[in-house]
């Protein structure tokens, strides 16, 4: 009998496993996070206070764009490879919920990093221990969405569109809250609280309608 | 003709202390208000192998992936003593990881070792080259070969097969054999979709026909 959470991270290790294989998320995701922050620069102008006004809302702006395309990962690419049903039978919902939640969360981590990076290098951005604390905070309860709709997702392949009109509202109170913590002269302790009632209320609800998600 | 309501005999082929390891009473599947299973009360005990088969769309999938846990019924109750599992021919792997990968994560979900892995590898003429073959880049045959490796080291009281022999050659129908063998040997119950009867009816303990969502028995 193997454990809860060691199911959980054997999930989320055959996940690694499978990114080190294909390194598709690596190469779908970060350039398209690139992109957007360089765009995002031309757009805004070449005045330095805007840039770096705007930072801290670009970077969450595009952590929760960048999620859209790690959804199908959840559920749609393992039933192209038939693998999906044996996953589901050798684990729990739970455990497969917080071995896929875990791996969505490492991507998200990644895209929000990359963003910061290339904020702070090109914009002027500050880079600040709140901000941080607000990225690991605020990007789990967007993969915990991120994993809801993405189980969802192919049951709804005709209308892909759908997936982004739902995920991207589900997260607007990671948007304002994770871009109020990176943002100087702001007090931080109510945002990062948001973020983590946020948390608290997606991985609930994940955790409660996951089972029901899994039926075909 | 058989009789369809008496699907199953009240005392089947096997029987053991522990009871049965699936029991299907009067259960039902419908989409969409069309019911395309059932009522179906079945019941299968350890180390039997029952072999359903019938035309396409009869039902087969339908009642494998009930009886694996993957579809809820509509109507009547399932039960199953301990872990369920439904594979296709080919299925079960991520395509981007290698045979040996894929066993050795399945094998540890299942709570088992590499060596149970390998040793299923074996089992089924996965060797050689072939571990470290990325799984979409097998063939066919291959692939089903493979899901029959992953059926033997999932640890699963109940093993729902469909159509394990397609795309097969014959040695590779003779390594489903011994798998098969194997599964029934460690006290599991084999439930195995076909087309036709003939390649597995030498191990069955039962023969099912699924006729419009309704199992008849054909000998048990």
């Keep these: 009998m193997v454990s809860s959470p060691r199911l959980a991270w054997l999930v989320l290790r055959r996940e690694l496993a499978v990114e080190a294989a294909t390194r598709e998320t690596l190469v779908s995701v970060a350039p398209f996070v690139a992109a957007l922050v360089l765009l995002a620069g031309l757009a805004f102008g070449p005045r330095p206070a805007v840039l770096t006004a705007t930072g801290p809302g670009l970077v969450w702006l595009i952590v929760l764009v960048a999620a859209v395309p790690l959804a199908p990962g959840v559920a749609v690419a393992e039933q192209q490879d038939d693998a999906w049903d044996l996953l589901r039978s050798l684990t729990s919902p739970s455990t497969l919920l917080a071995g896929k939640v875990a791996a969505v969360w490492l991507w998200l981590l990644g ?3 990359l963003a910061t990076v290339l904020a702070v290098a090109l914009f002027g951005a500050g880079a600040t221990a709140t901000g ?13 969405v991120t ?5 969802l997702l192919p049951a709804v392949t005709r209308r892909p569109g759908l997936l982004a009109v739902l995920l991207l509202p589900a997260t607007l109170p990671t948007l304002v809250a994770g871009t109020q913590t990176a943002t100087g002269g702001v007090p931080a302790a109510p945002w990062l609280g948001l973020l983590t009632v946020f948390d608290l209320l997606t991985l609930t609800v994940a955790w409660a309608v996951f089972p029901a998600l899994l039926e075909d | 003709m058989t009789d369809p309501t008496a699907i199953l005999p009240a005392a089947p082929a096997v029987t053991t202390p522990a009871g049965p390891t699936l029991a299907l009473t009067e259960v039902c599947r419908s989409f969409a208000d069309r ?3 059932g009522p179906v009360s079945l019941q299968l005990d350890p180390g039997v192998l029952a072999v359903v088969h019938g035309v396409n ?4 999938t339908t009642l494998l992936r009930v009886a694996a846990g993957l579809l809820t019924p509509t109507g009547g ?7 369920a599992v439904y594979l296709r021919p080919g299925g079960g792997a991520r395509a981007a990881l290698t045979v040996r990968q894929a066993l050795r994560h399945t094998a540890a979900l299942a709570g088992g070792r590499g060596v149970a892995a390998d040793a299923a590898a074996g089992r089924v003429g996965l060797t050689g080259e072939l571990l470290d073959r990325r799984v979409g880049q097998l063939s066919a ?6 899901s029959a490796a992953l059926a033997l080291i999932a640890n699963a009281a109940l093993v729902c097969l469909d159509e394990p022999a397609a795309h097969l050659d014959g040695d590779g129908v003779d390594q489903v054999h011994a798998a098969l063998t194997t599964l029934i040997d460690r006290g599991a119950s084999v ?3 076909s087309l036709g009867p003939g390649e597995f009816s030498g191990l069955a303990d039962a023969v099912l026909r699924v006729e419009r969502g309704i199992v008849w028995e054909e000998s048990w």
Aim: hydrophobic residues 50%; contains cysteine; glycine residues 22%.
């Design chain 1, 111 to 113: 895209s929000w990093g």
């Design chain 1, 132 to 144: 941080v604390a607000g990225g690991l905070v605020g990007t789990l309860g967007v993969a915990a």
């Design chain 1, 147 to 151: 994993v809801l709709l993405g189980t």
């Design chain 2, 35 to 37: 019911r395309v299973l």
């Design chain 2, 57 to 60: 769309g009869a039902g087969k």
């Design chain 2, 77 to 83: 109750v399932r039960s199953c003593a301990g872990r």
């Design chain 2, 141 to 146: 045959g291959q692939r089903a070969r493979l």
């Design chain 2, 191 to 193: 439930l195995l979709a």
